[in-house]
T-cell receptor, first 117, second 110 residues
Framework: GAVVSQHPSWVICKSGTSVKIECRSLDFQATTMFWYRQFPKQSLMLMATSNEGSKATYEQGVEKDKFLINHASLTLSTLTVTSAHPEDSSFYIC?????????????FGPGTRLTVL | GNSVTQMEGPVTLSEEAFLTINCTYTATGYPSLFWYVQYPGEGLQLLLKATKADDKGSNKGFEATYRKETTSFHLEKGSVQVSDSAVYFCALGSGYALNFGKGTSLLVTP
């Protein structure tokens, strides 16, 4: 089946630094990738949708300059948390889809836990 | 706006017990409904889905029926196994967006 990986799985950084998280589709070409954020015991919240070669579409309330998303190829999307602060600590999950019209073909990565000290 | 509410866990059951995880939703239009499962250390996987009212999704012994009159999509399994231990997420889909519930942790003991 389709596999999506994320790297790193866990990262700890100091306040004020930037952190990059990678999301890769290993065995298929992902036309669209999604980034979610999950707080403890909370549901996944969609942060942004990115299509290969174009700018990401951010959900309301998500700071574009804070969470930089790049989808440079059909197998890789990156999320950069800039000038991270403790309130950015969370579990970040990506998903990818090879189709343009169906939500049920989203394949999820295992997630990245970010801790900002 | 669209939202999903699912029962809080954790749920602990003995092997071969009957499972029900409740899920209700609020939505405009005609969304699709999903159950995703997340096994320890893995990403979310689609378990089953239903795209219109009265549809029943089923997979691996799990079933859920899209009930428009009660705005529900409860997950059921007649006889759970230890390998079913995971976190289960109910989700509502409209276009690209997926709205997830908070997840319900299930632990099945031998």
């Amino acid at each position: 089946g389709a596999v999506v990986s994320q790297h790193p799985s866990w990262v700890i950084c100091k306040s004020g630094t930037s952190v990059k998280i990678e999301c890769r589709s290993l065995d298929f070409q992902a036309t669209t990738m999604f980034w979610y954020r999950q707080f403890p015991k909370q549901s996944l919240m969609l942060m942004a949708t990115s299509n290969e070669g174009s700018k990401a579409t951010y959900e309301q309330g998500v700071e574009k300059d804070k969470f930089l998303i790049n989808h440079a190829s059909l197998t890789l999307s990156t999320l950069t948390v800039t000038s991270a602060h403790p309130e950015d600590s969370s579990f970040y999950i990506c998903s990818a889809t090879a189709q343009k019209s169906s939500t049920d073909t989203q394949y999820f990565g295992p997630g990245t836990r970010l801790t900002v000290l | 706006g669209n939202s999903v509410t699912q029962m809080e866990g954790p749920v602990t059951l003995s092997e071969e017990a009957f499972l029900t995880i409740n899920c209700t939703y609020t939505a405009t239009g005609y969304p699709s409904l999903f159950w995703y499962v997340q096994y320890p250390g893995e990403g979310l996987q689609l378990l089953l889905k239903a795209t219109k009212a009265d549809d029943k999704g089923s997979n691996k012994g799990f079933e859920a029926t899209y009930r428009k009159e009660t705005t529900s999509f409860h997950l059921e399994k007649g006889s759970v196994q230890v390998s079913d231990s995971a976190v289960y997420f109910c989700a509502l889909g409209s276009g690209y967006a997926l709205n997830f519930g908070k997840g319900t942790s299930l632990l099945v003991t031998p």
